[in-house]
C-alpha cells in the first residue's frame, strides 16, 4: 500500500484521540524527513550551487571576453562541447536516464552552435531559419534517445519554428491557418502518443501527453474562436476546422471515457465551453448576453465539476 | 478517498509505530475520505479556478455595458451581496463544485467595491486597501473552506505592502518580512499543536500555510530589487540579519532532534552558514527563499520546497544580475562561490562516513 501522507494523519487526528505529542510523534515517523534525506539534501545543495556557480562563472568569463576571441576559438568552443557532450553520452557506462541528459544538453548546444555561427558570419537568416536547422539536426537524437523531455523540447521547437515562419515570411496567411495546422498537428502527435501507450503498452509518462493535450486544446480553441468571432471566412476554410474538432474531441472525450482519465473529461468540455461562450457572444455583443455568458459559464463549469468528482469516486471504489 | 480496509491499515501501522492505541470513530473516518477535498486532483481545482475567473471577467464586462458601473449605489450593493453569498455558500456547502462560483463572487465583490469607493471625489490613496485588509480578516475570521481563507490570506499581506507603499512607508517592508518569516515558521514547527489545538484550524491549516508561504515570496519579490523601493540599504542588512537569526534557530532545532549536540561542532556550522549567507546579506529574497526551502523540507511540504526552489534561484540570479561589476569580477566572483561551496561539499561528506550536517 501507498505510504501514509499529511493529510491521512491530518484526518486521523480529527477523527480520533490523538493528542498532540502522538500526532506529532508519527508525523515525525511517517511524514517529516529523516536524518539521511536531510544529509542527500544538503549533499545536493551543495553541489547544485557549487556547479552552477562555477560553469555559470566560466560562461560568464568568455561571454566578457567574446568580442576579441578569434571566429575560429568562437566556433572551436561550442562545437567541441558538442562533441564532448556526445562523446561521453556514448561512452560512459552511466544510466539511461543520465545519458538522455546528457544528450538534451548535447540538443541545446546545438542551437547555441548555430546562434554562434550565425553571428559570426553575419548570416542575417530569419529567426525562423535558425530555430529550423536546430530542429533538423537534432532529430535523429530525439528519435533515438526517445527521452519525452526532449521530445517535449523538440515539439517546442517544432510550434515556435512553424510560428517563426508565419510571423517572418507568410505574412499574409490569416492567423487561423497557423491556430488550425499547430493544432492538428499537435493533436495527431498526441493520438500517436496515446496509441503507442495503449495498444503497443508503450510507457509514456503522464506529464508528456498531458502537456500536448494542452497545447493541442490551446489551439484548437484559438482557431475556434477566430472563425466564431470574425465572419470573413469561407466554408471551406471553417469545415476542415470543424471537422477536426469534432474528430479530435470525440476521439478524447472516447479515450477519456475508456481511462477514466479527470484529465480529458476536463480539458475538452472546458474547451467546448469557451468555444460556446464566444458563439454566444458572436449572436449578439449586448449587456444581456454577457450575463447568460456569465451563468452559462458557472453552471457548465459547475456540471463537469460535478461529473468529475462523480468518476473519481467510482474510481476509488473500484480500486 | 479510501475505503474502509485501507483506513483500518493505516490505523494499525500507526500503532505499531508510536506504541499505543488509538481510538478512532471509522464511519466519520470514512465520510472524512470522502469529502476530503486536497485529494481532488488538480484538473478539477484548476477548472473550478478557471471557471470563477472567466465568469467574472464576463460579468465585469455586462456592468460596464449595462452602465451599472456608473451608479455607486448600486456597485456597493453588488459587492456586499456578492461578498455575502460567497462566504455563505462556502459556510453551508463545503464542497468543490461550489468552489467555482464561491470564489467568482468573492474576487468580485473586491473589485466592485473598490469601483464604487473610487466614486467618492476625495479619497487617500490607501482607503480601498485598507478596506481590503478588513474584509480579509473578516472572511480568515468565519470562512473555513480551503479555497477562501487561502485567497484572503494573501489578500491580507497584499494590502498590508499596498498601504506601505502607498504612505511611503517601504522600509516597513522589512518589518513585514521579519514577521511573515516567523509566522511561517511558527506553522510549519508547531504542525501536530495547530492541528489538534481546534478542529476548524485544522481544517485550514494548509491553507494559511500555502497562504502564508506565497505572502513571504510576494514580499520578497519587492526587497529582490533595489529599483522597486525606495528604502535605505541599510534596512535590507537588518532584514537579512533576521532572516539569518531565524535560520540559524532552525538549523539548531533540526541539529537537536537528531541528537547532535556537540557546542564545538554546532558554532562551526553556525559560523559558516554566517559567512555564506553574510556576503548576500544586501538582498533579503536569498536568505528569505533559503529559509521557506528549509522549512518545507523540514516538514515535507512539497509546494513549499518547489516555490523555495524557484525563488532560490530567482533570488541569485537578481543578485547576481544587479550586483555593481563587471562582467569578469563578476564571473570570478560567482567561481570562487562555486569553489568554496563544492570544499565545503567535499570538508562535509569526504571526511565522514556517518552522517553530519551543515
Known sequence: ?319 | MKNKQEIHEIIDRVQSKIGHDVSADIPALEIAYQDERNGQPLTIKILSILGGVLASLAFVLFLYLSRLDRSQSAMYIFSAAFFLVSIGINKRYDKVILDTISVCLYILAYVLFSIALNMHTIITPYLTTTFFLIFALITLLICRSYILTFLSVLIFFGSCIHILFDTKNDSLLHLLIIALASLNCYMMLNEAKIMTLKRTLANRYLAIRTGLAVSLLMSLYFVSRQTLIDTNFQYNWLCSAGLIFLIIWIINTILNQFDRKQTDKKILIFVVVLISLGFTAMSPAITGALLLLLLSFKVNYKTGIALGIISFIYAIGIFYYDLNMNLLHKSMTMFLAGLFFLLLYLLIFRKSTHHEKA
Open chain 1, 1 to 319: 500500500m501507498k505510504d501514509i501522507e499529511r493529510k491521512d494523519l491530518q484526518l486521523l487526528s480529527k477523527n480520533s484521540d490523538m493528542s498532540e505529542k502522538t500526532l506529532n510523534h508519527s508525523l515525525r515517523e511517517f511524514v517529516y524527513p529523516t536524518e539521511d534525506k536531510w544529509s542527500r539534501f544538503i549533499q545536493i545543495l551543495l553541489l547544485t550551487l557549487g556547479i552552477g556557480l562555477m560553469a555559470t562563472g566560466i560562461v560568464f568569463f568568455f561571454a566578457y571576453n567574446w568580442d576579441q576571441l578569434d571566429k575560429f576559438i568562437k566556433l572551436g568552443l561550442v562545437q567541441g562541447l558538442v562533441v564532448i557532450t556526445i562523446a561521453l553520452t556514448l561512452i560512459l557506462k552511466i544510466e539511461p536516464l543520465y545519458k538522455n541528459i546528457l544528450l538534451s544538453g548535447g540538443a541545446i548546444l546545438v542551437g547555441v552552435m548555430f546562434a554562434v555561427f550565425g553571428q559570426v558570419y553575419q548570416t542575417g537568416a530569419n529567426a525562423y531559419d535558425f530555430f529550423l536547422v536546430w530542429t533538423l539536426f537534432i532529430c535523429l537524437w530525439v528519435f533515438i534517445s526517445d527521452f519525452p523531455p526532449l521530445w517535449i523540447f523538440f515539439l517546442g521547437l517544432i510550434n515556435l519554428t512553424i510560428y517563426l515562419y508565419w510571423i517572418q515570411v507568410a505574412r499574409n496567411w490569416d492567423f487561423i491557418y497557423l491556430s488550425a495546422g499547430l493544432f492538428v498537428l499537435n493533436g495527431s502527435v498526441l493520438l500517436i502518443s496515446a496509441w503507442l501507450a495503449t495498444q503497443k503498452q508503450k510507457k509514456i509518462p503522464d506529464y508528456f501527453t498531458n502537456l500536448i493535450a494542452i497545447t493541442t486544446a490551446v489551439w484548437s480553441v484559438l482557431s475556434n474562436v477566430n472563425w466564431i468571432m470574425r465572419p470573413n471566412y469561407s466554408f471551406t476554410e471553417i469545415a476542415p476546422i470543424i471537422a477536426a474538432s469534432i474528430l479530435f474531441y470525440a476521439i478524447g472525450i472516447r479515450y477519456g471515457t475508456q481511462q477514466k482519465s479527470v484529465f480529458y473529461l476536463g480539458l475538452i468540455p472546458f474547451c467546448l465551453i469557451i468555444i460556446c461562450s464566444a458563439a454566444l457572444l458572436r449572436l449578439n455583443e449586448g449587456m444581456e448576453m454577457l450575463l447568460i455568458v456569465t451563468l452559462f459559464i458557472i453552471t457548465s463549469v459547475s456540471a463537469v465539476i460535478f461529473n468529475l468528482i462523480k468518476i473519481q469516486r467510482k474510481n476509488s471504489y473500484e480500486k
